[in-house]
């Protein structure tokens, strides 16, 4: 299930499961969104992107759906793999900018 | 074709010191941006550059913090006169165009 810690909130689920990350991003003039995966002592890494004139986008067992009416994103991990574990970010770059707004983060947890 | 790097990976300095972090894009990469983690948080944006030029420096600290990106080289973040609480990981990011950003592994910054 989902709890909210001491700080990152976090998402715990088994081997095999899908997994489903949420993130409310804050400004309705950004027209880009990206999925970053952070493990503990690296640099984010590049998971899937989102323009804002689409709904939906698939990857390798990923799938990225964005909702603009709610300001709404969200990542669906498929058959959850212990590798998977990790701190998830979602970042948004508004219209007109090149910097990137990091959300704050869920951890996910993957148990055997 | 080698990823964004960074160095010193780990970086231990006195108060009153001064901190230099490298950055050096990916192969043919031109944007460079860098961000400051706190633990627990997402990456906060500091500043963007192009080689030669400061693009967006709307993150930066007003005093003792400055970033270059020299014709040649690496880009360079400068911290002078570091206190505690410049303590974080200072990742950097370098793109083609201004979409999707790579990121280093970073450099842990440790002020004593």
């Known amino acids: 299930g989902e709890s909210v810690g001491l700080h990152l909130p976090t998402l715990s689920v088994q081997e095999g499961d899908n997994s489903i990350i949420n993130c409310a991003y804050s400004?309705?003039?950004?027209?880009?969104f990206i999925w970053y995966k952070q493990e503990s002592g690296k640099g984010p890494q590049f998971i899937i992107d989102i323009r804002s004139n689409m709904d939906k986008r698939q990857g390798q067992r990923v799938t990225v759906l964005l909702n603009k009416t709610v300001k709404h994103l969200s990542l669906q991990i498929a058959a959850t793999q212990p590798g998977d574990s990790a701190v998830y970010f979602c970042a948004e770059i508004q219209r007109g900018t090149d910097k990137l707004i990091f959300g704050t983060g869920t951890r996910l947890q993957v148990f055997p | 074709n080698a990823g964004v790097m960074q160095n010193p990976r780990h970086l231990v300095r006195r108060r009153g010191q001064e901190a230099r972090l490298r950055c050096s894009p990916m192969?043919?990469?031109?944007?460079v941006y860098w961000y400051r983690q706190l633990p627990e948080e997402g990456l906060k944006f500091m500043v963007y550059l192009q080689k030669e030029n400061i693009i967006d420096e709307s993150g930066m600290p007003k005093e003792r913090f400055s970033a270059e990106f020299p014709k040649e080289g690496p880009s360079i973040l400068r911290i002078q006169q570091v206190v505690r609480g410049d303590s974080a990981a200072y990742f950097c990011a370098s793109s083609q165009l201004a979409d999707e950003q790579y990121f280093g592994p970073g450099t842990r910054l440790t002020v004593t």
């Open positions: 192969k043919g990469h031109s944007h």
């Open positions: 400004n309705s003039a950004s027209d880009y």
